[in-house]
């Protein structure tokens, strides 16, 4: 399933923090393949509920909660 505003997420490696995606946006790599850089990746910006701090997470680093 694709992270979209509004949905409430945690991070993997750091399963205690729930928070909610306020903004989504794009991030560009340092990693280079064969043939050059990566393109951009995405990045969603989580308001955590816990202390209602803003931390950035890659996607692939988040899960949703159901």
Known sequence: KMIKLGDRVHPIFEM???GTVIDI???DTSTWMVGGAMSQELV???KL???GTINEYRYSDLMCVS
């Open 49 to 51: 509920d816990k202390d």
């Open 25 to 27: 946006k794009q991030a």
């Open 44 to 46: 969603a910006v989580v």
């Open 16 to 18: 205690g923090k729930l």
